[in-house]
């Protein structure tokens, strides 16, 4: 599991911005969605915030990035091929990972035909991609080590290098360490372990965990 950029906005503040196509307002607001589910819930939660509005067109892809097991989207009443998907395809090709974007419409009374619409939509997402703050997902990974004490001192000095961060200690026969670091530091860990141990140390990769939302 690699590291990828995500929304720093999450749902409840997403991040905002607004375009103008002849007198038609488009308002994006993108948030992070580590799910369908979490971003099903986001669109439903812009469509309570304006019930006024012409549509609620979205797409979102909660994967990363590039990623297409995890899409959707929706024209929401638009013409067929001219919101939705559109959409998604800026999504697919942004580089960010876990997002949705929702972009409302008020329709200013001049139709922009279907291919106004789509140039519409796309760039309403493009403008709000632009400013988009991000944050690093880091996939995290939890594993308990037991060595001989004699080892101890030497695996602490590697940890910094690892990111791996001590998350409890337990001192009997044998040290116990449990760590917390990167999955992709899984491997790395491994070795380090059978290098400073002469292989005499135990690991046990316990579990991964997704990294939090900053």
């Known amino acids: ?29 993108c948030a992070r969605a ?5 971003a099903r819930a986001f669109v439903e939660a812009v469509r309570r915030r304006w019930p006024d509005a012409t549509h609620n067109c979205w797409a979102f892809a909660a994967g990363a990035p590039g990623d ?9 009443g638009e013409p067929h091929g001219t919101a939705g998907r559109p959409m998604l395809q800026v999504l697919l090709h942004s580089g960010v990972g876990e997002i949705c974007v929702v972009v409302t419409r ?5 139709k922009l035909g279907t291919g106004g619409l789509v140039r519409a939509y796309q760039d309403a997402v493009r403008e709000n991609l632009a400013g ?7 996939p995290q990974a939890v594993a308990d080590v037991v060595l001989d004490y004699a080892r101890l001192d030497a ?22 360490l449990r760590l917390h670091l990167p999955a992709e530091r899984a491997d790395a860990l491994k070795a380090t372990l059978a290098a400073v141990s002469n292989g005499g140390a135990s690991l046990e990769l316990v579990e991964e965990v997704p990294a939090a939302p900053e």
Do not use: K, N
Not at 132 to 138: D, S, W
């Open 1 to 29: 599991m690699q590291r990828y950029p995500v929304p720093a906005a999450l749902p409840e503040a997403p991040h905002c911005s607004e375009t103008v196509v002849r007198r038609s307002r488009f308002l994006a607001q």
């Open 34 to 38: 580590a799910s369908p589910a979490q």
């Open 68 to 76: 297409t097991a995890r899409i959707g989207s929706s024209d929401d």
């Open 106 to 110: 008020w329709f200013g009374g001049v």
């Open 132 to 138: 988009l703050p991000c944050v690093e997902r880091v």
């Open 155 to 176: 695996l602490r000095r590697q940890l910094p290098g690892l990111e791996a961060v001590v998350e409890r200690e337990d001192y009997a026969e044998r040290a116990r």
